[in-house]
């Protein structure tokens, strides 16, 4: 299918807004919803039967040629078939006319996407890891999501409704003005509309192709280096010497207390279980619910705390060097998983990436091997080793003493003269600059062969045998800041 492409000076924005269903709107949400997941498990099972068909026959011998032949999985295909299909299986004959014809087409949408994202990954034409087959979805975990494409899609004129097709017109927490001036004023065209289960609540997420200037920054000669950590959320220093530091709020270290509390009213009550037919009780899903709203109001403060940080700085520098920090590998660490987690490195990467292109500035990534810590800001010299528990930054070579984030910050900060582009809007690319030393993986290994060698049995070395550690070494050419 092909992509849609807005016109010149248009870009496709999403506006999302908290719904306020009452009783008989939110039965009908969760319909739709369910409607969309029946549909994806129906075209799993009407592809995926076909397969093992096929594996049967061959097993019993039956030439290629005779073989059922592959049933396909494009968007029209799935269509065309589950139409024929829904008025003559049991499962759907008795309800399918109670939704709208857009949830079911969301679930096969989904399938077929499912479906070509397995093929391009087992021929290689998928980057990213190997994706396995689809699966069916489960009704107690699969997310609640509904996508309308065709239809009465629209923000009401009151600015304090929305109108869907089939649900009709429900209240929303929030004004939609910002979406509604855009709409009348001829600048903003709704494409379509997204309805989702989350945190505990119902959105709404329209689409819109909305004419958007690029605005310009506070500061677009200054660059500005940040360093991610979790004793300190972020160091930002910039090309003209200010140094700030945002502190780390640790939302979830605040909320375990009452978690742990909350936890404790749940593992007392008579939770559900599958594997003896049991239910859950009506305290337990009271207390559950408790439970789940603790957690929502962490990763809503998560949320907005993150908004607020990415959004001052990509409307403040003109160039913004960040870290391609590798954070599914710091998660395996068991003593910081969670402060990490907490932080949100990932987050905040994506959101400066796509707040810089509205803004017209740019975004530079150094590489994932960049030695910011032991890299001295002053003269440039690399230490050999620099352990997490020495929080303070002493070159050897020139006597510089500076904390350890600020002097990653600066030089951070250093690698925007060494980036390329031109730092205008059109240059909307990610930007990566490569190590100083030139070197692009780790230069030697985290432990160790136990390999037998010449050393003696085990693999084990001698004492004069081993390595010496090398001691710091200066650049060939030094990072400036100013």
């Known amino acids: 299918m092909k992509k849609f492409q807005p016109q010149s000076g248009f870009v496709v924005q999403a506006f999302r807004f908290a719904l306020d269903p009452n009783a008989t709107q939110e039965r009908a949400l969760r319909s739709h919803c369910g409607a969309a997941r029946a549909a994806y498990n129906w075209a799993v099972g009407w592809v995926t039967a076909s397969w093992w068909q096929r594996r049967a026959e061959q097993s019993y011998g039956i030439p290629e040629a005779e073989l059922t032949q592959w049933r396909p999985w494009s ?9 024929a299909a829904k008025r003559t299986e049991a499962r759907f004959a008795g309800w399918w006319e109670d939704n709208s014809k857009e949830a079911y087409s969301t679930g096969l949408a989904n399938a077929a996407a499912a479906f070509d994202n397995y093929s391009k990954s087992k021929q290689g034409k998928r980057r990213g890891k190997k994706v396995g087959a689809p699966r069916f979805k489960s009704k107690r975990k699969a997310g609640l999501s509904c996508r309308f494409t065709t239809g ?36 903003g065209r709704i494409l379509s509309a997204t309805v989702r289960h989350e945190r505990g609540r119902w959105f709404v997420a329209f689409q819109v192709e909305t004419a958007r200037e690029i605005k310009r920054v506070a500061r677009p000669g200054t660059a500005v280096g940040i360093d991610l950590g979790v004793k300190t959320l972020a160091v930002l220093a910039d090309s003209t010497g200010e140094i700030r530091a945002v502190p780390n709020p640790r939302h979830l270290d605040s909320a375990l207390t009452r978690l742990r509390r909350a936890s404790r009213a749940v ?18 899903e009271k207390a559950n619910a408790a439970r789940n709203r603790v957690h929502h109001r962490v990763a809503n403060l998560r949320a907005d705390a993150l908004h607020k940080l990415t959004t001052a700085v990509a409307a403040e520098y003109g160039t913004i060097v960040v870290e391609d920090l590798n954070v599914a590998g710091m998660l395996r660490n068991r003593r910081l998983a969670r402060r990490i987690a907490d932080a949100g490195f990932g987050e905040i990467r994506r959101q400066l990436t796509y707040k ?16 910011s810590s032991k890299t001295c800001s002053g003269c440039g ?35 925007a003269a060494a980036a ?32 037998a060698g010449t050393g003696r049995a085990g693999g084990a070395t001698l004492p004069h045998q081993r390595q010496t550690e090398a001691r710091d070494r200066t650049q060939a050419e030094a990072l400036t800041l100013w």
């Open 381 to 415: 010299a690399v230490k050999a080793k620099l352990p997490l528990h020495i929080r303070t930054y002493e070159c050897d070579a020139c006597g510089l003493v500076l904390d350890r984030d600020d002097n990653a910050a600066r030089n951070l900060a250093a690698l």
């Open 356 to 371: 810089t292109r509205r803004n017209g500035c740019r975004i530079v990534a150094a590489d994932r091997w960049f030695p």
């Open 420 to 451: 390329t582009g031109t730092g205008v809007a059109g240059d909307q690319d990610t930007v990566k600059v490569s190590k100083p030393r030139g070197a692009d993986q780790k230069t030697r290994a985290t432990r160790p062969s136990r390999k």
């Open 75 to 83: 968007l029209p295909a799935l269509r065309k078939a589950f139409n």
């Open 267 to 284: 593992s007392r009550r008579q939770g559900p279980d599958r594997r003896a037919g049991q239910k859950a009780s009506k305290w337990w």
């Open 152 to 187: 009465t899609i629209r923000v009401d004129t009151d600015g304090r409704h929305v109108t869907l097709p089939r649900l009709g017109t429900i209240r929303v927490h929030e004004p939609t003005g910002k979406l509604l001036d855009r709409v009348q004023a001829g600048k």
